[in-house]
């Protein structure tokens, strides 16, 4: 089994940065991609960032020049840095694994997600 949660989420002021975390543990041999995912009321989840094992990363447009994916693939740890917050980054923001376990499985798995607020 695996588990993956997520951490650093709260109430920011427009204009202001957060740092997300997003640990993975359990029975895994290796993680593939790691990603950020988010969903605001009424919306639909949408991809934020993405990164692969390699380092390669793509980035939705709205974030793009103001967030930051990183990995620390000894961690099994994705990173969300989050600049120049805007009130429309204001959703719940969940990780994503894919994660490649002791039994050679290919599996996804998602964080519980973390509420990130920006407002005045």
């Known amino acids: 089994q695996v588990q993956v949660v997520e951490s650093g989420g709260g109430l920011v002021q427009p204009g202001g940065s957060l740092r997300l975390s997003c640990a993975a543990s359990g029975s895994i041999v290796s993680i593939n991609a790691m990603g950020w995912y988010r969903q605001a009321p009424g919306k639909q989840r949408e991809l934020v960032a993405v990164?692969?094992?390699?380092?390669?990363?793509n980035y939705a447009g709205s974030v793009k020049g103001r967030f930051t994916i990183s990995r620390d693939n000894a961690k099994n740890t994705v990173y969300l840095q989050m600049n120049s917050l805007q009130p429309e980054d204001t959703a719940v923001y969940y990780c994503?694994?894919?994660?490649?376990?002791?039994?050679?499985?290919?599996?996804?798995?998602w964080g519980q997600g973390t509420q990130v607020t920006v407002s005045s």
């Open positions: 990164i692969t094992s390699g380092g390669s990363t």
């Open positions: 994503n694994c894919v994660v490649v376990m002791t039994s050679r499985s290919v599996s996804t798995y």
